[in-house]
């Protein structure tokens, strides 16, 4: 008969394995970002500050596909700024590999002094 202790450690061992490995996924895949407002990623639309295209485009691109097991692997363009308004939206593209688009809906949730608070829907 096994060992009870043994037993025990390795089961206990391989449910941390899973928890902590769990908590890293759910943390690099999280899809809000915090963004600067700083001369070099910021523009003008409609009157309104906002958070250029290439940054927006690349950040999103960057968190789409964090891990093999999340997302998938894209390339990413946004028509427009992301103006630093609470509530906006717009929709950027992701071009996958076999030339498929798909929307990626992206909301500003809070504009707090310097910086804008936004998300990406996967």
């Known amino acids: 008969m096994p060992d009870t202790k043994f037993l025990v450690g390795v089961v206990g061992g391989a449910a941390t394995v899973l928890v902590l490995g769990g908590f890293w996924t759910h943390t690099v895949s999280d899809t809000r970002s ?18 250029a295209p290439n940054i927006v485009a690349g950040r999103t691109q960057s968190k789409y596909h964090p891990l093999p097991w999340v997302g998938m692997k894209m390339h990413v363009s946004c028509p427009t700024g992301l103006k630093a308004v609470a509530g906006t939206t717009m929709t950027c593209t992701g071009r996958r590999n076999d030339a498929t688009a798909v929307d990626i809906p992206v909301t500003v949730i809070k504009v707090a002094g310097s910086h804008i608070i936004w998300k990406f829907d996967r």
């Open 34 to 51: 915090t963004t600067e407002l700083n001369a070099y990623d910021t523009v003008i639309v409609d009157g309104h500050k906002a958070l």
